[in-house]
């Protein structure tokens, strides 16, 4: 086995490695499969290497089936962290990490208002029209019926890997939440045969008409961390989803 060696001390590099587990579970039944831990030290990951190739419109199927597989694994409540995981986790690029204060929802709206949305807020110095979208998340106006999805939490291009096997995730901020989160990570900056992978999960994950309306919504997690780590254009383009979102 061909191995990568990851600089990750100390406790972020615990939440990698538990992101990476759980997911990893969901792989063994026919998830996304993880580019696995192979051993760990204080200091660093030891990661199962991933041989790249092209994404094809076939991988990109494959991919789209398997994380409606992964999502149904589950996860015991909306905020629960990956496996034994106690504490907040951790969100963002590896050198301006934001903690994702982990406690666990009976809803979700509840969840992605006080888990995600204020404190990221907080963090990128007050979004216009945050205070209605967090009324109308805690009044239970975009709940539905689905249970608790196994995220990955971070679910950019980027960490998507494609090899002669399909996808491969890496860098996960994996924990309890919406499935369509990840689709709103997917849809922030696009990726390889994107319209390929969103058709084959919806029909694999029987998702109801009117999802892709839900898109924005679920979107805004990167939008407010990208708003909070980077600032900028960020801002204005957080503003104005959450103004969309306001009329759904």
């Known amino acids: ?72 694994a589950g996860a015991p409540a909306f905020g629960s962290g990956p496996g034994t995981w106690e504490g907040a986790g951790y969100q963002g690029p590896n050198d301006h990490l934001l903690e994702l204060p982990l406690s666990e929802h009976a809803s979700w709206g ?13 963090h990128a110095g007050g979004i216009p029209g945050t205070d209605a979208l967090l009324d109308r998340l ?28 399909g996808a491969t995730l890496i860098d996960p901020s994996a924990h309890g939440g919406h499935a369509l989160t990840d689709l709103g990570f997917l849809t922030m900056f696009g990726a390889p045969h994107l319209e390929t992978v969103l058709d084959a999960y919806a029909e694999a994950a029987e998702l109801p008409d009117g999802w892709r309306e839900l898109l924005p919504l679920h979107r805004l997690q990167v939008l407010y961390l990208h708003a909070a780590v980077f600032g900028g254009d960020y801002v204005g383009e957080t503003r104005r989803t959450v103004a969309r979102v306001l009329t759904l």
């Open 1 to 72: 086995m061909s191995t990568f060696r990851k600089r990750n001390p100390g406790r972020t590099g615990d939440w990698e490695a538990a992101g990476l587990a759980w997911l990893g579970e969901a792989a063994e039944t026919g998830g996304v499969p993880v580019a696995e831990v192979v051993d760990r030290d204080s200091d660093d990951l030891l990661l199962r290497r991933v041989s790249p190739a092209p994404a094809t419109r076939d991988a990109a199927e494959q991919f789209g089936r398997r994380l409606a597989v992964t999502h149904a």
């Open 110 to 122: 509840s969840f992605y208002a006080e888990v995600v949305i204020a404190p990221l807020d907080a």
């Open 138 to 165: 805690h009044s239970g106006d975009f709940d539905d019926d689905r249970p608790p999805a196994r995220l990955h939490g971070d679910l950019w291009s980027g960490n998507v890997l494609w090899s002669p096997d």
